[in-house]
């Protein structure tokens, strides 16, 4: 399923090369490492398709993501790749999957808003994506976390192989943090890692609790407008701060259980 990526241009960068070798940097990977051993163990990837970036700290036309043919669960700081827009590998070795660079590349030059950009086919988001009318109901608490911050992405146009698919994606977006993409996953945005990790354990979460209920075979009967609005605003306010103990939470238990991620 997932593809190698070859960029179009052969052309290298100039010699001007950014400086990778900061602590802000360094922490980005270490960060964004956490992520994606955590998301193993909850089992929100897919094989070696599914991928994570971050705009590195300091620019906004550079991106750490995974490289083609690794599990989740085998990151380490170290491995992850950084590439400009046009599919260079500024550092690390290998390449990104050929899916993961056309998303994200467009996603990030297309949206600045979008530092960190996190793309699954987690298993009860995504089946709520193949499912008639807007995915998400905003029934149970959790799912008031993303209210009026979702979009649905309805063209699927088969796998993102080129720049155009790639900015179709990003013009689905619109304002959205949370993006459904029918027939094929998840695509959460934010400004921090931490942030991007809280909304997507929660999103699958939120999920996962609206399949069960589904599964009652009774109706599923939505939040008040009104209440869920307010419920929303409670919740947001402080989820920066809520999000990053969150994640400082995630490495505490890597540290304990397997600290090689940082590495």
Not at 18 to 46: K, S
Not at 56 to 61: H, T
Request: hydrophobic content about 40%.
């Amino acid at each position: 399923m997932a593809h190698s990526f070859t960029p179009a241009s052969s052309s290298k960068p100039g010699p001007n090369q950014p400086v990778l070798d900061t602590d802000a940097v360094w922490q980005a990977r270490v960060d964004l490492a956490a992520c994606f051993r955590m998301a193993a163990r909850h089992g929100l990837e897919e094989g070696i398709c599914n991928h994570f970036s971050a705009l590195v700290p300091g620019y906004d036309d550079l991106f750490i993501v995974n490289p083609y043919g690794y599990a989740f669960r085998e990151l380490t700081a170290s491995k992850l790749l950084v590439c400009d827009f046009d599919g260079h590998v500024v550092s690390g070795e290998g390449q990104p999957e050929a899916t993961a660079f056309y998303i994200h590349a467009r996603i990030h030059k297309a949206l600045p808003r979008a530092k960190v950009a996190f793309h699954t086919h987690m298993p009860y988001a995504t089946a709520l994506s193949m499912t008639e009318g807007p995915p998400l109901i905003f029934a149970g608490q959790t799912a008031l976390k993303f209210y009026g911050r979702t979009a649905v992405d309805e063209n699927y146009n088969g796998l993102a192989l080129d720049n155009r698919e790639g900015d179709r994606i990003a013009g689905a977006i619109g304002d959205a943090d949370i993006v459904f993409m029918k027939h094929h996953g998840v695509m959460v945005l934010a400004p921090t890692i931490a942030e991007a990790w809280d909304d997507l354990y929660y999103l699958e979460r939120a999920c996962e609790v609206q399949c069960l209920a589904l599964s009652t075979g009774r109706k599923v009967v939505p939040v008040a407008p009104e209440i869920a609005e307010a419920a929303y605003r409670q919740m947001r306010d402080g989820d920066a701060e809520s999000a990053r103990l969150h994640l400082e939470a995630v490495k505490r238990m890597l540290d304990a259980e397997e600290p090689a991620y940082r590495t």
